[in-house]
């Protein structure tokens, strides 16, 4: 049985600082209030009157270890974490005013904006949630990694993460059950970090990647562990990943009713499966994608 509640977003602005792992470029993200019904909204300040770019799965274009999206040619890049920490708090409503393409990585975590979004506070609109029923397992595959759908009749919304490591073992083989609620996704998803390991970081500042990003910043693993860096949790890669999904759940643009079981899955594989939920269980007037 869906249990129903009240649209939210923020009392009143937010920002969070900071710069983009993957171009190095200074940024600042700005979160604003909403009106009921319009979902969550990224804004290109730097672009002037620039369309906006609605966070649904139509927009996101294929891209690796992230997920970016496009709409009417403006681009917004790693939204993954700032829209787990919004549908993690259950913040339905918000625009996002950058000025620049992409976001910051802060920690690798969704920490800095949870914590952003708690110090402003949120308020009930007056309008019913749009909810996301799963009511029948659907999965998908892509070598040894899958993820699938299943329902829950408790209307409740889980995710359940294997991450194996087999060529990793300080890495190995983890796992992450949890209900997605604001209290449980503060305290147990938003501190986990982004991590890598020690060759895909030193191949990606080859390509002139990531080069303000020192292991501080983020997970790196060498063969012995976290290099310069302790972890926040021995599981703290599965809830990660976790953190992944729930973010790119985040595009079918509805609080889902059902439970997430991923092995391995990676951004396109859960996008894959995003696209597929908005197909065959999102109430219809969510799928046209709004300027």
Wanted: glycine share 8%.
């Amino acid at each position: 049985m869906s249990l129903s509640r009240l649209q939210r977003t923020i009392k009143r602005p937010a920002m969070v600082s900071g710069y983009g792992y993957w171009s190095g470029r200074d940024v600042r993200v700005e979160f604003r209030p909403a009106a009921a019904g319009t979902g969550i909204r990224f804004v290109r300040d730097d672009l002037g009157n620039a369309e906006q770019v609605p966070a649904r799965i139509e927009n996101r274009i294929d891209v690796g270890r992230r997920s970016n999206l496009r709409y009417a040619g403006v681009q917004v890049d790693m939204v993954e974490h700032i829209l787990a920490a919004l549908v993690g708090l259950q913040i339905d409503n918000c625009e996002i005013g950058v000025d620049q393409v992409e976001m910051p990585g802060c920690d690798g975590s969704s920490l800095a904006f949870v914590q952003a979004l708690d110090a402003v506070g949120t308020v009930e609109q007056n309008c019913a949630v749009q909810r996301l029923v799963i009511t029948e397992p659907i999965s998908f595959a892509d070598g040894d990694s899958w993820i699938k759908a299943q329902p829950d009749t408790t209307g409740k919304y889980s995710v359940h993460f294997e991450l194996d490591y087999p060529h990793a073992s300080v890495i190995g083989q983890q796992s992450i059950s949890i209900e997605i609620t604001p209290a449980n996704f503060r305290r147990e998803l938003a501190p986990c970090r982004t991590f890598v390991l020690q060759k895909e970081a030193d191949e990606m500042i080859r390509q002139g990647l990531g080069q303000r990003v020192t292991p501080r910043d983020l997970l790196v693993f060498d063969d012995q562990g976290p290099v310069e860096n302790v972890l926040r949790f021995q599981n703290e890669c599965a809830r990660h990943k976790a953190l992944d999904v729930i973010g790119d759940m985040a595009l079918t643009g509805c609080e889902i009713e059902g439970r997430i079981i991923a092995h391995r899955s990676s951004h396109q594989l859960n996008a894959t499966l995003a696209t597929e939920l908005v197909n065959r269980f999102a109430p219809t007037r969510i799928l046209r994608a709004t300027a």
